[in-house]
Every structure is written in structure tokens, then in C-alpha cells.
């Protein structure tokens, strides 16, 4: 018997199923109880005489982790070794910008780069308020696209965005990341891999997350958990690592522990008042802030 080294492309309840390295896919259990491998985890595999399925003998040392907290406030890691967080807002549902600033303030957390994705423009075509917080976003360093998953244009800078790497795409439920996800593999009707997991695993039908080949290089990774994330973050201290724009700016205020909150001598406020910092993307900053502050209260009493 001998060991290969292979990727985690989904998982369901108990099972995996693997891409070795000559591109081969193959179901796979885990060894013992105490292997936990998610989507895009290298993994080290052994064939079984006589079965189908591999064994999962170790987990290689993750780049990253997206986590968030379950039901029972623990940690859950839903998928691993991610190269790109792609946020998606929509003409439709409204575009709701704190949330999206939440998803990137975690992809700051993962230490991953991001962009924007605006969808649906065949019903808002170039409104004035949705491209100026394009602009912001693109000011600050982020990707941005606009597309149509239902027409098809614009499909091609999304497609751009994935090429090479291995990203995980984020938003709102109803913004179009399904329909996103079937322009990019040209395949309109097919619901993802998730599917063809579930004839194959019968009774094993839990699907926690997939990772899905685009035509082109690169990758998406599909979860139902993954879709409407957010941070929790520890302390509201973190909020401010998640804006990159806050991060630069922070160097120059007075206080090195300033919050940029009341702080006096914040080079953050004062960034806000001259207007090269967008109000917006600071009212979201506060936001985290006292969301993060009202959660750590409500845990721990007194
Ligand atoms: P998800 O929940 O983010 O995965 O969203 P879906 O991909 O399921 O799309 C939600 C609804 O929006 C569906 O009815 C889609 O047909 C529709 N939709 C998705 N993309 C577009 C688009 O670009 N334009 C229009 N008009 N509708 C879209
Ligand atoms: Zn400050």
C-alpha cells in the first residue's frame, strides 16, 4: 500500500471525496475518529485492497482556515487553503454594503485578497450609488466586477477574478451565487457537484462543501455553510484589522491603542471629515465594533 498526497474537493457527513495527484477522483474515509479534513485540504491518502474507498491517514498544515462559530459556540472550520474571498452583492435583492464590508473584513481576518462582485445589472444597469461604492472598494485595493449571470455579460472579469486560484464566493442568499457559479462552469442547469455527491453517497446525504474546476484554471468553493458568513471576532480590538483602509491610516493617530472611536488626535476621524476615507466604510467600521462589543457582553454576564 502506498501513500499519496491528494485534495479535499467535498465532504459529506462521514465521507470525502479526493483529487489525487495525477487528477484522479476518489471517495475517501477518515482514519480513526479524530481527523477533521474540510474542502481544500491536503491531505496524505492510502488505497484500501479490494474497496473503492481511500483512507485519509493525515492532514497537511493548513494556509488558512474560514471558521465560524456553531450552534454550540464552537469553532467549525468549514474549508481550508483558500486563495480569494469574492463578495457578492445584487440589483436584487438591495445591495446591502455593511454586509459585504462584513465578508471582507473576514477575508482581512484570513489574510486573503477579495473583491466585489455587483450582479444582476441587466435590472440596474449603471446606477450613480452603486458605482461610486464600486469606486471606494476599488480605491482601497479590492477587485470589483459587474455582471449579469443572466444575460452573461460581464461574466468574463468574474471569470478573470478565479482564474488560478482557488477562491470562495460569499453574499447575501438571492444575489446570484448559484447562477454566478453556473455561467462560470458554462453549464446552466447543473446544480454544482453537490448533486452527483448525493446520488453517489445514498443514504450520506449531507453536503458541507464542494470545490468546483473552472473551465480556465482556478476554482470555486461552494458551501451552504460558507455562503451567508460573517466574522465573529474575539474582540471588537479586531474589527480594525478588518479595514485595510483603517490599517494605513491608524499609523498616524495619536494613540497607538487608538480605537477611532473619541479618541482625540485619530488620524482615522480625521481621514473621515476630509473625505478620503468614505463615511460609509467608517459608520461600517462602528457597526462591527458595537455589534462585536454586544456580543462579548451577552456571553459573558456581568
Ligand atoms: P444565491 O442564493 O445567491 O445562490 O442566488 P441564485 O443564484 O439562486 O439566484 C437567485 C435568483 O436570482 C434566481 O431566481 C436567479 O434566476 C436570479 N438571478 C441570478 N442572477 C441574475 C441576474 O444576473 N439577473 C437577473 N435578472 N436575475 C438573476
Ligand atoms: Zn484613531
Known amino acids: 500500500m502506498s501513500s499519496e498526497h491528494a485534495l479535499v ?5 462521514q465521507r470525502m471525496r479526493l483529487r489525487l495527484a495525477d487528477g484522479a477522483e476518489v471517495d475517501a474515509r477518515i482514519k480513526g475518529k479524530r481527523l477533521r479534513p474540510v474542502c481544500g485540504d491536503r491531505v496524505t491518502a492510502t488505497a484500501i485492497d479490494k474497496e473503492t474507498d481511500w483512507l485519509i491517514t493525515a492532514i497537511g498544515p493548513r494556509d488558512n482556515e474560514l471558521t465560524r462559530p456553531n450552534v454550540r459556540g464552537r469553532v467549525e472550520v468549514l474549508a481550508a487553503n483558500i486563495d480569494y474571498l469574492v463578495a457578492v452583492a445584487a440589483a436584487e435583492p438591495r445591495a446591502d454594503w455593511f454586509i459585504i464590508d462584513r465578508y471582507l473584513c ?7 485578497p477579495a473583491g466585489v462582485i455587483f450582479n444582476k445589472i441587466d435590472l440596474d444597469g449603471d446606477a450613480p450609488a452603486t458605482r461610486s461604492e464600486l469606486d471606494t472598494y476599488a480605491s482601497i485595493g479590492y477587485d470589483t466586477a459587474s455582471c449579469s449571470a443572466e444575460t452573461g455579460a460581464g461574466i468574463a472579469d ?4 478565479f482564474e488560478n486560484r482557488c477562491g470562495i464566493i460569499v453574499g447575501q442568499s438571492g444575489v446570484g451565487k448559484s447562477s454566478i457559479i453556473n455561467r462560470l462552469r458554462g453549464e446552466a442547469l447543473q446544480k454544482t457537484a453537490a448533486v452527483s455527491g448525493k446520488t453517489r453517497e445514498g443514504r450520506h446525504t449531507t453536503v ?26 474575539a474582540s471588537s480590538r479586531m474589527a480594525a484589522v478588518g479595514f485595510r483602509e483603517i490599517v494605513s491610516l491608524a499609523v498616524g493617530c495619536r494613540f497607538a491603542n487608538c480605537r477611532h472611536l473619541r479618541e482625540p488626535g485619530c488620524a482615522v476621524k480625521d481621514a473621515v471629515e476630509r473625505g478620503t476615507m468614505a463615511a460609509r466604510r467608517y459608520e461600517s467600521y462602528k457597526r462591527i465594533v458595537n455589534l462585536t462589543n454586544q456580543l462579548s457582553q451577552g456571553r459573558s454576564p456581568g
Open 158 to 161: 468574474v471569470q478573470r477574478l
Open 9 to 13: 474537493i467535498a465532504t459529506y457527513s
Open 208 to 233: 458541507n462543501s464542494v470545490m468546483i474546476s473552472l473551465p480556465g484554471g482556478g476554482a470555486v468553493i461552494d458551501s451552504p455553510g460558507v455562503r451567508d458568513y460573517a466574522p465573529a471576532m
Open 106 to 112: 473576514a477575508a482581512e481576518l484570513m489574510n486573503v
